[in-house]
Structures are given as C-alpha cells and as structure tokens.
T-cell receptor, first 110, second 115 residues
Framework: DQQVKQNSPSLSVQEGRISILNCDYT??????FLWYKKYPAEGPTFLIS?????DKNEDGRFTVFLNKSAKHLSLHIVPSQPGDSAVYFC?????????FGAGTTVTVRA | ETGVTQSPTHLIKTRGQQVTLRCSSQ?????VSWYQQALGQGPQFIFQ???????GRGNFPPRFSGLQFPNYSSELNVNALELDDSALYLC??????????????FGPGTRLTVT
C-alpha cells in the first residue's frame, strides 16, 4: 500500500527557473514530512522538513508547502542550479519510520 | 562529525545464501534504521534498532534480521536469499532526543545482487 506518492517521475527545468516537485499522501497520522535528494551511488541527503502543524518552511533556495486538507505537499527550488540535478524523494514520518515516494528525477538544463 | 558508513559497497550472492551488511551510525546518534530500495522505487522500511533492540518492523519476512551493538553500529542479516532481494540496502541513523528524531541521515548503501 503506497501511502506516499510522487506522480511525476521526471522534471526538466532551465537553470535559473523554479522547480516545483509534488507529493501526495494518504495517511493522516503522518506528523512530519521531509524531502531528500539523492545522487547516483550516494545515499539520500536530507534537504528540508515540515511539521504537520505548519503550512510552509523555507531554507535558502528550498521551500516546502503543506496542504493538510488536500494531503499534498510541494518542494520549490528557486533558482534552480545545475547541481540540483538529482532524484528527489518525498518522505513522511510516523512513529519511528519514514515512508517514501518513488522519487522524481530533476534535470536542470543550462 | 562522522557520517553514516556502510560496508561492503557492492556484493554478489547466489540464491539461497546468507548475507550480512554492516552500518556505523553518525556520531551522536543512537538509533539505526534499515531500508531496501529496489530499482525505480523509493526506500522501503525494513526495521529499526534502538538500545540494541528491534523497535519497529516493516513488511519484511523473518529471514531479514538485525543487530545493534553498544556503540550503536548495526548489522542486517538476510537468510535464504531470493532473486527479489537484489536491491540497494540503506542504513540511516537518527537521534531519539528532541524534536529532530524524524531526521534520518543515510549512508551510501550496499548494492546487493542475487544471482
């Protein structure tokens, strides 16, 4: 049962423009949401998180928005840079474990 | 600050064999979680260890087992390997203290191939 879904397997964006990654979830018991970035041959790297009681969290170029009523969150990257090309995973935390989406591959074009 | 390390990097085993994967947690972290990532999918939670005991388990059969040691390092053991066990195995460490317990920090993973 896939409780966290990333419906866009890939995203291509021009350098300097905004990247928007989307994530949907089904379990209303999730209390934190996180975004991870993964390069080939490396483990996922924590990017940013948001508590279920908030609707926005910002850290430099990265902003995460949470819409609890729609069970939807998004990650905005502004401006996109070539080093942002990677796989991005949405994850949701409940009790002790993270549940992950399948990932979105972001390609930043020069 | 030392990050999460895993060994070996790659491993090839034959169906029916047993395998042990190792993980050293990030300094200051006392909890270790293991995840399996199949090709094209997100990581799937296997189990978590805290204070040397299994603290929670995902939907994996008993042939997946683990250990945590007093220095918080951990092992993942898989018996009777099946072809579907071929995947990237990720170890993540975290701290139970404070409100950051959800932030898990991952190692580079062990790529297991079962033939």
């Amino acid at each position: 049962d896939q409780q966290v879904k990333q419906n866009s397997p890939s995203l291509s964006v021009q350098e300097g423009r905004i990247s928007i990654l989307n994530c949907d979830y089904t379990n209303s018991m999730f209390d934190y949401f996180l975004w991870y970035k993964k390069y080939p041959a490396e483990g996922p790297t924590f990017l940013i998180s948001i508590s279920s009681i908030k609707d926005k969290n910002e850290d430099g170029r990265f902003t995460v928005f949470l819409n609890k009523s729609a069970k939807h969150l998004s990650l905005h990257i502004v401006p996109s840079q070539p080093g942002d090309s990677a796989v991005y995973f949405c994850a949701a935390f409940n009790d002790y474990k993270l549940s992950f989406g399948a990932g979105t591959t972001v390609t930043v074009r020069a | 600050e030392t990050g999460v390390t895993q060994s070996p990097t790659h491993l090839i085993k034959t169906r029916g064999q047993q395998v042990t994967l190792r993980c050293s947690s990030q300094s200051g972290h006392n909890t270790v979680s293991w995840y399996q990532q199949a090709l094209g999918q997100g990581p799937q939670f296997i189990f978590q260890y805290y204070r040397e005991e299994e603290n929670g388990r995902g939907n994996f059969p008993p042939r997946f087992s683990g250990l945590q040691f007093p220095n918080y390092s951990s092992e993942l053991n898989v018996n009777a390997l099946e072809l579907d066990d071929s995947a990237l195995y990720l170890c993540a460490s975290s701290s139970r203290a404070g409100r950051r317990k959800m932030e898990q920090y991952f190692g580079p993973g062990t790529r297991l191939t079962v033939t």
